[in-house]
């Protein structure tokens, strides 16, 4: 009788990004496996069945229980007759599409960088670099130990493979694994396809500011959210990015990133990208405010007396958009609160109208699952002659991932 373990019921629950894909993950003998745990289960969480595969040190510091818990298959702790090695290392059918090894000790780098294996986890690497399977590979050390000239000679060499590093971080006197959910963002980056390579997407992203006085400002709730999923599935499939962003905590993202505060640094700062360079697609997904305050006070206001202050609203950035650059593709988002369907689509259609964009992303806040906030999103995607084309409740990473694929076929790239 077939039987699915049920450590796979997570599979998939955030988004179809990496389903079908297999993720063969190694780990070595260092502290940070603690996180190889979280790692496993992330990219499960968006599709991956990931295969653990674990060198002797590894074991002395983690069980392999617990990894077969994680991720609900066998675990390689040693190679036997099943040549398990070759199993996930060959490519093509029932191999591994990506072997990550995360965490990578200094002496699993030093033995990869001279095409030594004599554990199971440098047997994996060898047949895969001999297979040409993207490796990914994220070290984690003793800061002394990575000031090792051949630790850095030997990281260089695997660089040199083509294998992508994803350097520590130095902190404590360590150089640490970087944070394990930009682990998974690459993870997932080497498994997308590469549909946008070669094109340049400007991304904006957040809510904006108006300041009262140096202090106190009129902001909205936007997470930013949106935009980050945007920047990140672009450049994973390829693109070249920059992102815009108002003032929240953006992720670790494979992309240029400038910061702003108001509308109007943010309306500074798309006209200057887009008369600057060529871009291919502009995403408008940053929620900035429509007003702003008629004048600001310096330093803080005294709240004895009342103060009169007006909002008066500040020019859309969409059409000026439009204008500096005719030849980007522009796609405009609208956020409305409470509508019908129709009325939804209709508003966004006159916007679309009135801009002079290619594409308008409307959503209805009011809905749950659908806020600035929320993980997830549904919209209604708007053309210019009317048509719609709907994406159900999903992940904010796949809502943008299916717009991408609208952009593309309506630019006619594929
Ligand atoms: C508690 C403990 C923590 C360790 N942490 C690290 C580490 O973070 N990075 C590293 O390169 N080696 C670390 N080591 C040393 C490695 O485990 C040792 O070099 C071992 O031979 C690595 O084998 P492997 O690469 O086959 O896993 C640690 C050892 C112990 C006992």
Redesign the pocket.
Known sequence: MSHIHPSKDIIGSKSRLIAGKRIALGI?????CIKSPEIARELMRHGGDVWVVM????R??ISPDLMEWATGNHVVTRLTGGIEHVALGRGGEGSADLVLIA?A????IG?MAAGIDD?P??SLATTAIGSGIPIIVAP???AS?YRHPAVLENIKRLQSMGIRVLLPEIAEGKAKLIDWNAIVEEAIAALRPKDMAGLRVLVTSGPTRTYMDRIRFLTNSSSGKMGFAFAAEAAARGAEVTLITGPVDAPKLNARVISVETTREMRDAVIKELSGSAYDLLVMAAAPLDFEFDRSFDGKISSEAPIDLRLVPVPKILAEAKRASPRTFVIGFKAEYGLTKDELVSRALARLTGSGCDMIVANDLSLPGRGFMSETNETYIVFPEGSTSHVPLKSKREVASQVLDLYLRRAGIC
């Open positions: 070595c003998g260092s502290v940070a060198t002797d040190a590894a002395q510091l965490p000790t200094a002496n699993t033995k554990t986890v440098t984690a050390m003793h130990m």
